[in-house]
């Protein structure tokens, strides 16, 4: 299992707001900066949010990022269809001296 | 710009050793500390290795430790993988990606089949 735990699956309908969560520990997120990543199908994934809370030039302000504490948000507002794919949260473990990814969330637009 | 280009992938035996490499160009390769993260079929990422913009430090997965090493030649823009003792369960595709405190530039990946 992951070092960092997210949803399985999310999903929403065009326009609407979607939130995915990213629970980790003291070691992790509890003391580290928690980046994003995005993955359409058959792609590389690509950075979203780094920083917590800080996009990348070229990513639309739709999506924002938050920490608190141990855990960690990623929103998407305005859902579009192009939005569906799967997205990872991340950050270095100080304890396991590893870089830690969730498990990942598939993300549906219905 | 930044682009970040893996080679070395193919289909290998479990015990055989492969060599990947991820040729870099478009920012000063190092300065960078850099990644490589692999994917298995229809699974998440697992993160592999990261060696620091210096060479100085070097962590591993817990998955790869021992059998893995990452090394850079800053003269070749180059970062590579050497994987030993492959197993079935190395089966994955290898991304190379840069680090600034988060993972900001991928390659396209390289797929690494290991299989009898």
């Known amino acids: 299992q992951s070092v960092l735990t997210q949803p399985p699956s999310a999903s929403g309908t065009p326009g609407q707001r979607v939130t995915i969560s990213c629970s980790g520990s003291?070691?992790?997120?509890?003391?580290?900066?928690v980046s994003w990543y995005q993955q359409l199908p058959g792609t590389a994934p690509k950075l979203l949010i780094h920083?917590?809370?800080q996009r990348p030039s070229g990513v639309p302000d739709r999506f924002s990022g938050s920490k608190s504490g141990t855990s960690a948000s990623l929103a998407i507002s305005g859902l579009q269809s192009e939005d569906e794919a799967d997205y990872y949260c991340a950050a270095w473990d100080d304890s396991l001296g590893l870089w830690a990814f969730g498990g990942g969330t598939k993300l549906t637009v219905l | 710009q930044v682009q970040l280009v893996e080679s070395g992938g193919g289909v290998v035996q479990p015990g055989r050793s492969l060599r990947l490499s991820c040729l870099v160009s478009?920012?000063?390769?190092?300065?960078?500390?850099m990644h490589w993260v692999r994917q298995a079929p229809g699974r998440g990422l697992e993160w592999v290795a990261v060696i620091w913009y210096d060479g100085s430090n070097k962590y591993y997965g817990d998955s790869v430790k021992g059998r893995f090493t990452i090394s850079r030649d800053d003269s070749k823009n180059t970062l590579y993988l050497q994987m030993n003792s492959l197993r079935v369960e190395d089966t994955a595709v290898y991304y190379c990606?840069?680090?600034?405190?988060?993972?900001?530039?991928w390659g396209q990946g390289t797929l690494v089949t290991v299989s009898s």
């Open positions: 920083s917590n809370n």
């Open positions: 478009g920012f000063t390769f190092s300065h960078y500390g």
């Open positions: 003291s070691s992790n997120i509890g003391s580290n900066t």
């Open positions: 990606a840069r680090d600034t405190w988060s993972l900001d530039y």
